[in-house]
């Protein structure tokens, strides 16, 4: 599979990984469901302009790049304890959110390589 093809698949689901995620944090109130936490929208619209549009450029590259890894710091920081403990992961519903956080980092990992090995690509042409 062409390495663009492989890109932007996995790019498409962390948007959907993202936004799964971001329910699931509302609905559990871990954030408050304010205006503020609409601020995930214009950055997944960057990393759709980056997938879609951008393609095969070195801006879209970038911006995968930039936008995947600020994605890696969600696990992150559910990881260092903000709410992925006990209480989490034995609630109704626990094993979505992990796995939702989990497929995520997963993702967003995935892309940083890729958009990091198109980058590189580019670089040497």
């Known amino acids: 599979m062409k390495q663009n093809v492989t890109l932007t698949i996995a790019s498409l689901l962390s948007v959907l990984f993202m936004t799964l995620h971001t329910t699931d944090d509302i609905v559990r109130g871990m954030e408050p469901g304010t205006l503020f936490d609409l601020i995930v929208l214009p950055i997944l619209a960057v990393q759709l302009y980056g997938t879609l549009v951008l393609a095969g450029r070195r801006s879209?590259?970038?911006i995968l790049l930039l936008v995947s890894l600020l994605e890696l710091v969600v696990p992150v920081?559910?990881?260092k304890g903000a709410g992925v403990g006990g209480a989490i992961a034995g609630s109704s519903g626990g094993y979505f959110f992990i796995w939702?956080?989990?497929a995520l980092g997963l993702t967003?990992?995935?892309c940083v390589m890729l958009s990091a090995r198109g980058l590189w690509r580019k670089t040497a042409e």
């Open 77 to 79: 920081v559910h990881m």
């Open 60 to 62: 879209g590259y970038v």
């Open 100 to 102: 939702t956080l989990l």
């Open 108 to 110: 967003a990992l995935f």
